[in-house]
């Protein structure tokens, strides 16, 4: 149809296209979707919140009942409550509380001895300004005084991208700059998954990495994890969730919580059946580059195949959460495709944090170095606590990442356990029931040691005190 001619519908066809259709408006599950004439060929699709209600929903009694409207009515705010871990009912059929995120919002910046915390002691300004110096940057400061803190370019800037496709041995265009790595991965699902897929997940994991693809609409299949096989990946189990209809295998390595790690045996093991079934792979690797006791760290998993889209951050392993830079690496069609749903939300990330970001992947060697060592102490210190408390707990020894998930022996109620610890003591631990296995805690190995020490001798105080 030629530019400015007429009305016309539009659909979401395969893969989210838009299709033209016979109509110039029509409700989609209580929103009345009205698409207006084209416009430079493009159709202009205008949607807004109607009180009536979708057909069979829940909105009311039946047909025609009405539904209250953000503006219907005023009621007073409740009291703030701790919000609970347990999922509880869900506010609508797509929305699943954030388990870990709700846990660490209640407790984080209160807690005396934060061994919840999944990355590395954070990093001062300061700090990164004097390690760039020290590495000839001295014009660091300057750059910084200078900078004009306008919008940045949306997909990030060309100097951050090159630094980034670098780590890869791809394009820059290949690169899409984040809001750490939740919002890529949030992204890519947005971006790849439609309702009637099927997408594999780790289990237990980051609850995002099945939880947004079940908010998609997917049909989600786990590739559990088991502790009677000490968190090792079986590689046959998930072999037996593939086939066709699976659009995303999402993997996490190293592994949060179990710090489990995949090889690059198994990397391309896995790349190899997503070719079979003309999948795709998703690679969290927020922990790249740590891997204990002298193992080999393996390959990124974009390095090893277009199929593979690497997710990374500069929060886990460099200690700079704060400033909220992560990246997907991909292929230019996925990029530019997850760059325009990311066009409706957060458009681009802070020009001060794009530019502190260029500086700290040129220190990248340093940090990396720093963080191994910061977590290589807290782990032989958490080992040996392991052994005085073998009664207590019942531990895989983690073989990368920043992060343990031992079991509790004693009780299976790891929220009343953290809560009680947190409470008496100050100490901050993740409840394993924040990963849906609710006989666990996560301990976090990136806290300054001294601080990891003292956490550890309140936590075995709390469990004398118990008997």
């Known amino acids: 149809m030629p530019a400015g001619e007429g009305p016309a519908a539009v659909r ?8 033209a259709g016979s109509r110039n408006s029509r409700w989609m599950g209580g929103i009345l979707i009205v698409v207006l004439p084209l416009r430079d060929g493009i159709p202009n699709v205008y949607a807004r919140v109607d009180a009536r209600p979708a057909p069979g929903s829940a909105s009311g009694s039946g047909a025609g009942a009405p539904r209250r409207t953000p503006c219907a009515g005023r009621r007073r705010r409740p009291q703030r409550q701790e919000p609970p871990i347990s999922p509880g009912t869900p506010i609508d059929m797509a929305y699943t509380p954030f388990l870990v995120e709700r846990w660490m919002s209640a407790h984080e910046q209160r807690a005396r001895f934060n061994l919840g915390e999944s990355g590395v002691q954070p990093l001062r300004l300061g700090e990164l300004l004097a390690l760039a110096e020290a590495a000839g940057r001295t014009g660091a400061r300057r750059e910084l005084d200078e900078l004009v803190l306008t919008y940045d370019e949306t997909p990030g800037t060309l100097e951050l991208r090159r630094r980034v496709a670098a780590l890869y041995g791809i394009e820059p265009e290949e690169v899409l700059i984040t809001q750490g790595a939740i919002e890529a991965n949030y992204l890519l699902f947005r971006a790849l998954v439609e309702p009637g897929d099927a997408v594999v997940s780790m289990f237990p994991a980051y609850q995002q990495l099945y939880s947004a693809a079940a ?47 995949l090889d690059e045996a198994a990397l391309r093991t896995i790349l190899a059946w997503a070719e079979d079934i003309d999948a795709l792979v998703l690679c969290d690797e927020a922990y790249h580059g740590i891997v204990h006791g002298g193992g080999t760290v393996p390959p990124a998993a974009r390095t090893l195949s277009p199929r593979a889209v690497s997710v990374s951050t500069l929060s886990k392993t460099m200690g700079l959460a704060g400033l909220r830079i992560g990246w997907l690496a991909a292929t230019r069609p996925i990029v530019e495709r997850c760059w325009g749903y990311r066009d409706y939300v957060t458009i681009s990330v802070s020009r001060l944090s794009d530019a502190l970001a260029c500086l700290a992947l040129d220190l990248r060697p340093q940090l990396l170095e720093r963080a191994r060592a910061i977590v290589a102490r807290n782990l032989a210190q958490i080992e040996v606590w392991m052994e005085r408390h073998a009664g207590d707990f019942e531990w895989v020894a983690p073989r990368g990442g920043i992060v343990c998930f031992p079991r509790l022996r004693r009780t299976a109620d790891s929220e009343a356990f953290c809560r009680g610890l947190m409470e008496q003591e100050g100490v901050l631990l993740v409840p394993g029931s924040a990963f849906e296995m609710p006989d666990r805690v996560r301990i976090g190995m990136g806290e300054d040691p001294g601080v990891v020490a003292s956490g550890l001798e309140r936590v075995s105080r709390y469990l004398a005190g118990k008997g």
């Open 12 to 19: 979401m066809g395969g893969r989210g296209r838009l299709q």
């Open 215 to 261: 908010m998609a609409g997917a049909e989600v299949r786990l590739w559990r994890l088991r502790p009677e096989d000490g968190f090792v990946p079986d590689l046959r189990a998930l072999e037996r969730l593939l086939d066709r209809r699976v659009r995303l295998i999402v993997i996490n390595t190293p592994h949060n919580p179990t710090g489990t790690v």
